[in-house]
Structure formats: C-alpha cells, structure tokens
T-cell receptor, first 113, second 117 residues
Framework: EPEVTQTPSHQVTQMGQEVILRCVPI?????FYWYRQILGQKVEFLVS????????KSEIFDDQFSVERPDGSNFTLKIRSTKLEDSAMYFC???????????FGPGTRLTVT | AQKVTQAQTEISVVEKEDVTLDCVYE???????LFWYKQPPSGELVFLIR??????QNEISGRYSWNFQKSTSSFNFTITASQVVDSAVYFC??????????????FGKGTKLTVNP
C-alpha cells in the first residue's frame, strides 16, 4: 500500500541553525501539506502546496519557513533559523484531490536546543 | 471560523467495554467533510474515516462505528468491544476549503483512550 514517507525521523539542532525536513508524498497525489504538533497538543496546519506553489499558509508559517518541491517526488520544509518554540513533530500529508482524505507520514520530531 | 471540540480529554476503559468518543464541530460552510484519525503511541496519524456533510448515514467498519448528526453538529465515534490495541489518541477533524481549492484540516485537541486489560 502506498504511503507517505518522511526523513529524518528525529532531528536535533541548535537554535539559529537551518533545518530541512523531507517528505515523499504518495506518487499520484497532487496536494501536499505540512502540519505540526507541539508535544501533547493538537495538530496544526502550516501550509498547503499545489501545482508548484503555496495555496495557503497559516500565521505560524512566517518568513522563517519555506517549502519546495525540488523534483517530482520530494517535498521539503525548510526552517531558516530555528527557535526553541519550533520544537515539535512535523507531519507531511498528501491527498489526491481537495476534500479527499489526507494521508500523513510518520512525522519528524524536531528538537531545538 | 471552523472549530472542532473534543470535550473528553482522557477516557479509560476496561477491555471489551464499548466506548464513545465525542466530536462537535462548528462551520458556516454547507459542504464540508469530517474525519477521524488515530494516533497510537508510536506517533503516526492513521486515517480512519471521511464523511461528507450530505451523507448522514451511520457507518460501521468492524468494531468501529460513526454517528453523524447534522442537527447537533456532532460526529461521534464508537469502538465496540474495545481492545488494548485501541489505546491511542483519537482526533476528529473538519475540512476548511482554502483559496485555490485546496483544503486544510482543522483538528480537535484529541481524546486519549486507554484500554486496560
């Protein structure tokens, strides 16, 4: 069964460093998303991506964040200068079409020290 | 704005008991979708069900069943004869259509279910 994959599973970084979180969505999916979940809290939308551009972003997704689809399979989230409060689980998701179920990857746990 | 409320923060049951997880939502849209996801201790989010606002039929899948009532804006989830493997955090979510046609999910805070042997 096709699945969304994410690497790395855990990333530890120092405050101020840049991190890139990687995702491989399901191959025939066209809509891509990033969400984050601070430990013990609810899952929050960050950004949606379709047709090689951002469709929508939340207020969390400030200038420190960017997304890219560098090739036909990868979808990345970059945080330019990490802050302590960026520590969270980051989930990538993809869907075939709007309103269809979004399938989530296993997540990348980001720890900023 | 879209909102999902899961009033039960934690529920603890003994194996084989039935348990219902509540979900109440708010939306101004006439067309919308509701979802349930399971997050086991390993952390991944597992899709369970998607329901559109025009389909109020209850759904059953094995030990799982869902009760969608538009009149009360609720989409409750029942596990029959619970098992230890059902222990997880369960999230209810509502779709929110974005500009450009894509959608985001608005999640509730989740209900942590513990099934004890």
């Amino acid at each position: 069964e096709p699945e969304v994959t994410q690497t790395p599973s855990h990333q530890v970084t120092q405050m101020g460093q840049e991190v890139i979180l990687r995702c491989v969505p399901i191959s025939n999916h066209l809509y891509f998303y990033w969400y984050r979940q601070i430990l013990g809290q609810k899952v929050e939308f960050l950004v949606s991506f379709y047709n090689n551009e951002i469709s929508e972003k939340s207020e969390i997704f400030d200038d420190q964040f960017s997304v890219e689809r560098p090739d036909g399979s990868n979808f990345t989230l970059k945080i330019r200068s990490t802050k302590l409060e960026d520590s969270a689980m980051y989930f990538c998701a993809s869907s075939e079409a709007p309103s269809y179920e979004q399938y989530f990857g296993p997540g990348t746990r980001l720890t900023v020290t | 704005a879209q909102k999902v409320t899961q009033a039960q923060t934690e529920i603890s049951v003994v194996e084989k008991e039935d348990v219902t997880l509540d979900c109440v939502y708010e939306t101004r849209d006439t067309t919308y979708y509701l979802f349930w996801y399971k997050q086991p201790p390993s952390g991944e989010l597992v899709f369970l069900i998607r329901r559109n606002s025009f389909d109020e039929q209850n759904e059953i899948s094995g030990r799982y069943s869902w009760n969608f009532q538009k009149s009360t804006s609720s989409f409750n989830f029942t596990i029959t004869a619970s098992q230890v493997v059902d222990s997880a955090v369960y999230f209810c979510a509502l779709s929110d259509v974005l500009q450009g046609g894509s959608e985001k999910l608005v999640f509730g805070k989740g209900t942590k279910l513990t099934v004890n042997p």
